[in-house]
């Protein structure tokens, strides 16, 4: 029978968890991508052609256009205009969605007038809105940037509700009975105990907004290059123009840019609220 | 610590109702229950889990209103929370947002003036009376049990209640620390002797705090009896375990509680809550 060696002390040392971490995840995703290259050239690996991996362009044919790519200022233009209209929608829809969230959980009133439109909006999905968009809006960027608004806007809006309400009302109690005006409830219980609900909010929203921005690109992103641009309309017409690499490197940045904001609202989140990290 | 207290935070209630609806189901938790709580004297309610003893608390905290009957603090009638009663619930209610000290100090800086100096120094002491002093700068996740129960007590006694309530404060802590805050929070009460009113279900809890025990009937719920417990202080729980006098209490108050408590285990828990 073999001794068991038992080490001297399981350290959970963070450095080598996040390490491994990393590990495991450029192995992820390096086999990935691996598989894809197999998959690609299939056919003259082994004969045959694998469906629907097999279809797409090859990493390496992808990795071609993309250091092409990078070259071109268009390129990089479309990722300005495309954060640009993310962030733009993005804002807006915190900087009304948190209020209105905090109002609806706190004043039956306005709950009992604003909520059932809310919820009758909320399933229009933003883009059914583009029509209606492009005839109110007067100009094509704010058309645009009031659909990527709407995808963020109803996430915010409940996370922040639904936050609010799920407070201990015996912090609220304790607040009150030790004499706290309404602005002091309001910043000193209300807001911080609310502020956890309202970055995961954030992050889900910004997720939503980069779905709703690339589809709103797509469709409104106007006739003319210069004027839409964006990285949605970059793989439009890379479609349309039959660059099939350029299609990939288009979904692969928007991919990139998407994790980087929702990382970025979660650093934030992090930053804004210590107490809630888990 | 202030000793002026001794004559504040008499609590007189006469002909307290409260009930709960729910729809048609209507549940009466407390019915014409008269009761005194004196001023200077730390006042022990015990009775069967669930009968009421927290919506009690509450309503004498300004946080329900009764259906009917009276509450009076020094005269004036209960109309909502105030400073004038604080209270200590069973689950912490801290602000995990703030600092330690942030917390303890939040009570005195709701006032227009703001944080005095002298009330800075007041609350420094407290936090150092319950051994809380190193930890200012800690947030409450950072603290165990006990030392979040002791940091609520500090926040409630910064403001200096007439009243201090305690909902079954130690309930969820494990016997070792239970009976370290018991003998702490006698020792608080022997120096400040500030009116208080202590809720809980354990009888040797009890015996050790209290001037006085009120036993509880189940729902719906009224005085069964009031037990003056005229044991000298300082008392340590060894001191009880031998006193003949501390036993014969005991015996008399497990008495009213059992068959209440065989009330209690045989029927629904709460009241219909709305």
């Known amino acids: ?31 990935a991508i691996l598989t894809w290259e197999i998959c690609s050239r299939a056919p003259q690996l082994f004969g045959f052609s694998v469906p629907y991996i097999g279809v797409i362009p090859a990493p390496s044919k ?95 809006t409940l996370s922040t509700m639904n936050g609010a309400r799920e407070i201990d009302p015996a912090l609220i109690q304790s607040a009150v009975s030790m004499g706290a005006s309404r602005w002091s409830l309001y910043r000193n219980v209300i807001l911080p105990a609310t502020l956890p609900s309202v970055t995961t909010g954030a992050a889900v929203g910004m997720g939503i907004t980069w779905e709703v921005v690339v589809a709103a690109e797509m469709i409104s992103g106007g006739q003319s290059d210069r004027a839409g641009g964006g990285l949605g309309r970059l793989m439009w017409n890379a479609y349309v123009t039959g660059n099939y690499n350029a299609i990939v490197v288009a979904m692969i940045s928007i991919g990139i840019a998407g994790y980087f904001s929702s990382a970025l609202v979660r650093l934030l989140g992090r930053q804004l609220a210590p107490w809630a990290a888990r | 610590m202030s000793d002026g207290d001794l004559h504040r935070g008499q609590i007189e209630i006469v002909g ?23 001023s200077g004297m730390l006042t022990v309610l015990i009775g069967p889990s669930g009968c009421g003893k927290s919506t009690l608390a509450k309503l004498i905290a300004g946080y329900d209103t009764p259906t009917s009957g009276r509450i009076t603090i020094d005269g004036r009638p209960v109309t909502g929370a105030g400073r004038d009663r604080l209270m200590v619930f069973q689950e912490s209610a801290l602000f995990n947002w703030m600092t330690t000290e942030a917390n303890a100090q939040f009570g005195p800086r709701q006032t227009k003036e703001g944080l005095r100096a002298a009330q800075r120094q007041h609350v420094g002491d407290l936090l150092e009376l319950v051994g809380l002093k190193k930890f200012a700068a800690r947030y409450p996740k950072a603290l165990s049990g006990g030392m979040q129960r002791r940091l609520e007590m500090v926040r409630a006694l910064a403001n200096s209640p007439d009243l201090f309530i305690l909902d079954e404060p130690f309930r969820g802590l494990d016997a070792m620390t239970r009976a370290l805050m018991q003998q702490h929070f006698a020792g608080m009460f022997e120096i400040s002797r500030r009116t208080t009113l202590f809720i809980t279900t354990e009888i040797d ?70």
């Open chain 2, 16 to 38: 307290l109702t409260r009930q709960f609806s729910n729809g048609t189901a209507r549940s009466e938790v407390i019915a014409n229950c008269d009761l005194t709580i004196n």
């Open chain 1, 62 to 156: 992808v990795l071609v256009e993309w250091s092409i790519l990078l070259n071109e200022p268009s390129y990089w233009r479309s990722w300005y205009q495309s954060f640009f209209r993310v962030f733009a929608g993005f804002g807006v829809a915190f900087l009304l969605g948190v209020p209105l969230g905090l109002a609806l959980a706190r004043s039956k009133i306005i709950f009992g007038a604003l909520f059932p439109v809310f919820e009758v909006l909320r399933p229009i999905p933003p883009i059914a809105w583009v029509p209606v968009s492009i005839i109110f809006w007067p100009t094509q960027e704010m058309s645009i940037a009031f659909v990527i608004f709407l995808g963020a806007f109803y996430t915010m």
């Open chain 2, 205 to 274: 809890e009890a015996l050790l705090l209290a001037d006085r025990i009120i036993v509880m009937t189940n729902k719906p719920m009224k005085v069964a009896a009031k037990l003056e417990v005229d044991l000298p202080r300082p008392r340590t729980i060894a001191t009880l375990y031998e006193s003949e006098r501390a036993n014969q209490i005991k015996e008399r108050a497990l008495e009213l509680l059992f068959p209440e408590a065989m009330k209690s285990f045989a029927s629904p828990a709460k009241a219909v809550s709305v």
């Open chain 1, 1 to 31: 029978m073999s001794t068991v060696a038992m080490q001297p002390s399981v350290r959970f040392d963070r450095k080598r968890i996040r390490a491994n971490a990393l590990g495991r995840g450029l192995l992820g995703g390096l086999t």
